[in-house]
């Protein structure tokens, strides 16, 4: 049987590049996630912590009871200023001080609106609260 042949260097090409390109889209991946984290370790936040699905695995399946642990955790974390949650790869600030939220809502510099933003669009229409701009 010849390698290089017909079908069968066709299929082991196919399989070969697109097992590569798997292989770099993951670490892409991960090399984006590791450096968010590396940027977002300083902060206070919820242990245990997962690469893939953050703090996803400790908090409840209900919309009403994954409220109430974040609640919870924010009365735990009351002492600092924020509190770190990680819902899969993407972090999420809780703020509990009115100094913080203070310096968050007068920042000028830092505008544009957060991905969940775009679930209220269609709902809302553009406003006040889904505008990109203030």
Same mark, same amino acid.
């Given at each position: 049987?010849?390698?290089?042949?017909?079908?069968?260097?066709?299929?082991?090409?196919? $399989?070969?590049?697109?097992?590569?390109?798997? #292989?770099?889209? =993951? !670490?892409?991946?991960?090399?984006?996630?590791?450096?968010? &984290? +590396?940027?977002?370790?300083?902060?206070? $936040?919820?242990?245990?912590?997962y690469p893939i #699905?953050?703090? =996803? !695995?400790?908090?409840?399946?209900?919309?009403?009871?994954? &409220? +109430?642990?974040?609640?919870?955790?924010s009365e735990e974390?009351?002492?600092?200023?924020? #509190?770190?949650?990680?819902?899969?790869?993407?972090?999420?600030?809780?703020?509990?001080?009115q100094d913080t939220?203070?310096?968050?809502?007068?920042?000028?510099?830092?505008?544009?609106?957060?991905?969940?933003?775009?679930?209220?669009?269609?709902?809302?229409?553009?406003?006040?609260?889904?505008?990109?701009?203030?």
């Amino acid at each position: 049987m010849d390698l290089f042949s017909g079908a069968f260097f066709f299929g082991w090409a196919v $399989g070969t590049t697109t097992a590569f390109a798997l #292989l770099a889209a =993951a !670490l892409s991946l991960a090399l984006r996630n590791y450096w968010k &984290w +590396k940027e977002m370790n300083a902060i206070p $936040g919820v242990k245990p912590w997962y690469p893939i #699905l953050g703090n =996803a !695995l400790l908090f409840d399946g209900d919309p009403e009871g994954f &409220w +109430k642990q974040v609640i919870n955790y924010s009365e735990e974390f009351r002492c600092v200023p924020l #509190l770190k949650l990680w819902i899969g790869p993407f972090p999420h600030m809780v703020l509990y001080h009115q100094d913080t939220i203070e310096v968050v809502l007068r920042n000028s510099t830092l505008i544009e609106k957060s991905y969940l933003y775009r679930f209220l669009q269609p709902w809302l229409g553009t406003g006040l609260l889904t505008s990109r701009f203030p």
